[in-house]
Nanobody, 115 residues
């Protein structure tokens, strides 16, 4: 049974930083493209960043230069380092693992950016 468990969300002031983690189990993690997505209230879920099994990364334009996605295959984990956070970054952040037609979501972690 595949499980993706996110952690690290919370309340942060504008300009602050957070590091999200996603721990995977029940899957051949190193083969999967891993991604972070987010969904704000009243909005569709959107891509934040992805990292392939080869380590190639892709970012939404809105987070380029501020967010960094990384993975540790030995720990079956993917991370999202978020810096210079803005109020518009507030959302539930979801981890996703995909391989071919297979795709799995975590349960999400809330990020609130407010003074």
């Amino acid at each position: 049974q595949v499980q993706l468990v996110e952690s690290g969300g919370g309340l942060v002031q504008p300009g602050g930083s957070l590091r999200l983690s996603c721990a995977a189990s029940g899957m051949s993690f190193r083969l999967y493209t891993m991604g972070w997505y987010r969904q704000a209230p009243g909005s569709q879920r959107e891509l934040v960043a992805t990292i392939t099994s080869a380590g190639d990364t892709n970012y939404a334009d809105s987070v380029k230069g501020r967010f960094t996605i990384s993975r540790d295959n030995a720990k079956s984990s993917v991370y999202l380092e978020m810096n210079s956070l803005k109020p518009e970054d507030a959302a539930v952040y979801y981890c996703r693992g995909s391989l071919g037609s297979r795709g799995y979501w975590g349960q999400g972690t809330q990020v609130t950016v407010s003074s």
